[in-house]
């Protein structure tokens, strides 16, 4: 090879590893991180779900819980009637419902989350294997061999 088409070839190499690193893997991140603040919502969902058929189980016309204030400070709160509830239904609103409605709106927000994580989980996949694609692209213009099955590892 020519020293300047291996330059080319330095050059290309370069602007395929930038690609990666800036591009490639900071999407993958972000979409990881979107993917797991909707596993957090979820598991909030989830946790008032089982808070309310215990409610429900129970029967008890008063309630005692400790509250959240911020910061990780607590008081402890009484609820003369605890058939109704608000739920935070997003954007900072928050709507009352009675306890058989709320696990309703539990049921089908946590429905609607999970499709939205699906499609973060392919999307990352997808961007895996564009990653993956690239990678392949790089040991061709390198002009490496392929490394043995039990040397390769996952790098993402």
């Not at 893997?25 to 957090?40: A, F, G, H, M, S």
């Not at 996949?125 to 692209?137: C, D, P």
């Amino acid at each position: 090879m020519t020293p300047g088409g291996r330059r080319k070839v330095e050059e290309k190499v370069s602007a395929y590893e930038t690609f990666i690193n800036e591009v490639l893997k900071r999407d993958l991140q972000t979409v990881l991180e979107q993917r797991d603040e909707i596993y957090e919502k979820i598991a909030q969902y989830l946790q008032l779900k089982n808070v309310i058929e215990s409610l429900q189980e129970s029967g008890s016309k008063e309630l005692k819980t400790d509250v959240d204030l911020g910061c990780n400070f607590y008081v402890q709160a009484h609820v003369e009637d605890p058939s109704k509830i608000f739920v935070a239904v997003g954007f900072g609103f928050f709507v009352e419902f009675t306890l058989p409605e709320a696990l309703k709106f539990i049921e089908r927000k946590t429905s609607q989350l999970t499709e939205h994580s699906d499609k973060l989980t392919k999307d990352s996949a997808k961007i895996k294997a564009n990653i993956r694609m690239v990678l392949e692209g790089l040991r061709e213009l390198q002009d490496l061999k392929d490394l043995p099955e039990e040397r390769r590892r996952e790098v993402f």
